[in-house]
């Protein structure tokens, strides 16, 4: 009998390294996306958010309808070492987020002599107790009658009247201001105290007893004190009832607050305007049943994430974003352009346009809609950044109706055209957001109340600009570049406002000017590249703490965070193409940590936060940061060493 030949098995080489890595990240991304066609995961903030959602729920009564006894094992599960909680991960804890913490898990049952609330006790007197804390925490306080209202600034309700014409309206302040305070004009005019079961008081956290507390705001000696007389003039009509178009302001609040509300149920896509919007319908009689109040408090529930253990709250939620930068990284490290998974994410991206006008275009009145937002819902508060982006990720990628992609890129850009500012460059929400006094009033005291351009959201749109045949005109870009110019600090680096920190705005900038800048500006690009060379860490990486925000000396300092380190390669390697001339060695060892610490999944880890909502007072953890830009950087790098170096793949 006779026998056939066996036929060899394939011999298949193993993928060199940066190849494997590409390709093992490339397939965790992929297997992470929707069957909508977007990517989306958890926006981490500090413990207050999920505090203020239990606070919430005492108010309404709606507590027992949610899985609360799971927020509090999360919030104990977050208390550190030293009896605090903090603001982001390895800060040593904060005064203003232990003191929401402990108040909520009070309001949780926990008892105050429970031994890791007296730890806590000692942690938050230690920092000066309750009298030191934000005025976010004190009217949260206030609200379940923990603190005297006595000592919150006034806000009279008649500013919601001011004429569009006048030197301020509501509309200059920032969005996310604006969206958190018109409702707050209603509670802090009523000034509700509300009893919850059970009832707590925290009185020990008062470092000079409660009965000693002076409830005067603090004064700094400088001209800032003027707005506390004003604010002891406006406390005086208050107690009188003096105050003037009273009732025509709250009504005027209460049409704004309800005209806002997104058919979801949000307002404006993050947790301070939701929580303040339902806190200001409380405190007009609004019943739990309402169907306003029903869909507000879905859309509170739909940033909760839940397991099997916790039940913590998002601060906003970021698919837009985490979609467009998943489909860039994809692009750039070699997936077809018309890939499945692509073709998916651009058509949804282009399903979430927005094409209603929101509150942009009060002070922008030749703008048309076009523009894309941060969350799932958010009609009146696209911003220009995820704009940018967008239109980027969509050029990026080859989709089955091509018009149809070109037109909505077309309107993003027009619309991004009339966002821009006066000095030259972009802010994320509005145009000319910038009357900074308003960072000094009482009420202020997080420094977050206007949205002035910053250089990273005006180095996307110059990227965007040098990445597709899209133009915001010729003199919009020479006004731009010279106002890029006037952001470069001493040391060769950009401030990042978006981003934690100086790497981050470094690296945007560079991507940037790489592809629009003219020739002799080529100078500034080196000085930024020996900027990054020198705050390279011995591992290879990058890395940089939120504190730099706080203190300049700590700029590009901080240990390793696969994210930071994907910024600087981005930078890096831009800048080399621009100028011919490349880091190479930095760019190397950049890219070795990367690969050396990537995990066998294709993921990398990532404690450290690397997003700013408000420096130096709030910072968040984009759980995708540290999987996508890791790849988009190896993906650029692998074109280096192909296009640049002509490495070939297989010894490389």
């Not at 990517?39 to 507590?63: F, Q, R």
């Not at 409830?215 to 107690?239: A, H, I, M, Q, Y």
């Amino acid at each position: 009998m006779q026998t056939q030949d066996r036929i060899p098995e394939t011999l298949t080489a193993p993928l060199p390294p940066l190849d494997a890595a590409i390709q093992a990240s490339q397939n965790y991304l992929l297997s992470q996306q929707y069957a909508e066609g977007y990517w989306w995961s958890e926006l981490e903030s500090n413990c207050t958010m999920t505090a203020e959602v239990v606070l919430l729920h005492k108010i309404w009564g709606t507590d027992s309808t949610r899985p609360l006894a799971k927020a509090k094992t999360f919030l104990q599960s977050q208390q550190r070492e030293h009896g605090g909680w903090e603001l982001f991960y390895g800060d040593g804890g904060d005064l203003s987020t232990s003191v929401e913490t402990y108040t909520a898990l009070r309001l949780l049952g926990v008892a105050a002599d429970d031994p890791d609330m007296e730890r806590a006790k000692e942690f938050i007197l230690s920092r000066g107790g309750i009298s030191k804390t934000r005025i976010f925490t004190k009217l949260h306080l206030a609200l379940i009658g923990c603190y005297e209202w006595q000592g919150i600034p006034s806000l009279p309700p008649w500013v919601m009247l001011l004429p569009e014409w006048g030197p301020f309206t509501i509309y200059e302040m920032s969005s996310w201001a604006r969206s958190s305070t018109v409702p707050l004009l209603i509670v802090m005019d009523r000034k509700p105290v509300y009893v919850t079961d059970p009832g707590v008081n925290v009185d020990e956290l008062y470092v000079e007893g409660r009965a000693n507390v002076n409830w005067s705001l603090p004064r700094k000696g400088d001209w800032t004190d003027l707005f506390l007389e004003l604010d002891n003039v406006f406390k005086f009509c208050e107690e009188w009832n003096l105050t003037p178009l009273r009732d025509e302001g709250l009504a005027a609040a209460e049409k704004w607050v309800l005209e806002r509300q997104e058919a979801s149920g949000d307002w404006g896509g993050i947790i301070p305007a939701m929580l303040n919007s339902l806190l200001a319908l409380r405190a007009l009689g609004y019943n739990a049943h309402d169907p306003i109040v029903q869909r507000g408090l879905a859309s509170v529930d739909r940033f909760a994430i839940e397991t099997e253990d916790w039940y913590r709250v998002q601060p906003c939620v970021s698919p837009v974003w985490d979609t467009a930068l998943v489909m860039r990284a994809l692009v750039d490290s070699g997936l077809s352009p018309d890939h499945p998974a692509l073709v998916s994410g651009g058509n949804w991206l282009i399903e979430k346009q927005i094409l209603d006008y929101g509150d942009w275009a009060v002070k922008n009145k030749i703008g048309k809609p076009g523009a894309w937002a941060f969350e799932f819902e958010n009609r009146f508060y696209p911003d220009v950044d995820d704009t940018a982006v967008v239109v980027m990720a969509l050029e990026a990628v080859k989709l089955p109706d091509e018009k149809l992609k070109q037109e909505a890129m077309q309107r993003a850009v027009d619309w991004i055209a009339t966002m821009q500012c006066k000095p030259g460059g972009w802010a994320a929400f509005d145009i000319d957001n910038d009357q900074d006094w308003l960072n000094d009033i009482p009420y202020g005291d997080l420094r977050a109340m206007i949205d002035p351009n910053t250089a990273d959201v005006t180095a996307r749109v110059l990227e965007m600009i040098g990445r597709t045949d899209m133009t915001t005109g010729e003199a919009s870009v020479d006004k731009a570049l010279a106002y890029l110019r006037t952001e470069q600090e001493q040391e060769g680096c950009w401030y990042g406002r978006w981003g934690v920190n100086y790497v981050y705005g470094t690296s945007g900038v560079l991507a940037a000017l790489a592809l629009v800048a003219p020739p002799y500006d080529r100078w500034r690009l080196r000085r930024a590249v020996k900027w990054l060379e020198s705050v390279q860490n011995p591992d290879g990486g990058w890395g940089e703490t939120c504190q730099s925000y706080k203190d300049p000396s700590l700029k590009g300092q901080g240990p390793s965070t696969p994210s930071q380190t994907a910024w600087a390669l981005i930078g890096l390697l831009a800048a080399g193409e621009a100028v011919g001339e490349y880091a190479t060695e930095a760019i190397k060892r950049g890219a070795e940590h990367l690969l050396t610490t990537q995990r066998a999944d294709g993921t990398w880890n990532e404690d450290y936060f690397t997003g700013t909502g408000f420096p130096c007072h709030f910072y968040l953890k984009y759980h995708l940061y540290q999987q996508h830009f890791p790849l988009t950087a190896l993906g650029r790098y692998r074109h280096y060493q192909q296009t640049v170096l002509n490495l070939d793949p297989v010894t490389a």
